[in-house]
């Protein structure tokens, strides 16, 4: 999913672009301590940044505030047992004062970091998130139980 800060492209067609094509598995949410969410949340960035390379892209920044909103974002989605997106709103509060001019969506649920990255570098939408040169910034938040990773991936530039 894709927002412009001026709300030149409407909600629906930003939604598009976060359609999810990973597997959804109905289970609960998983609350970890710090230390053990960092380290994962840390990794995605890493194989972000990764593909980004391997395409001529600058990489992105890890930003923790932000993250922390898609950590909840992530813990929500495994309590209710599916994918969705975060509405335009909850993205700009989320931003909250950081600079920014468009912003990006992937969700995915999946049973490892690396799958989840093929994943969405399998569909051409979540692709486009990936590849954005518009992005320098991305935040992470993960909810994991019993090897299956709920994730929620914020881009923005």
Known sequence: M????????????????????VMLLGVAPARVDAAERVGPRLRFVELTNRDRREHERRAL??????SRYAREHSLAMAEKGYLFHSTEDQLRKALGDVRWSIGGENVGVGSSLESLQR?????????????????????????REDGVIWITVIFYG
């Open 61 to 66: 920044r890890f930003e923790r505030r932000v």
């Open 119 to 143: 994943a969405f570098m399998s569909s051409k939408l979540h692709r486009q998130n990936v590849l954005r040169r518009a992005f320098d910034h991305m935040a992470v938040g993960i909810a």
């Open 2 to 21: 894709a927002v412009h800060r001026s709300g030149r492209r409407t909600f629906r067609a930003a939604l598009a672009l976060g359609l999810s094509t």
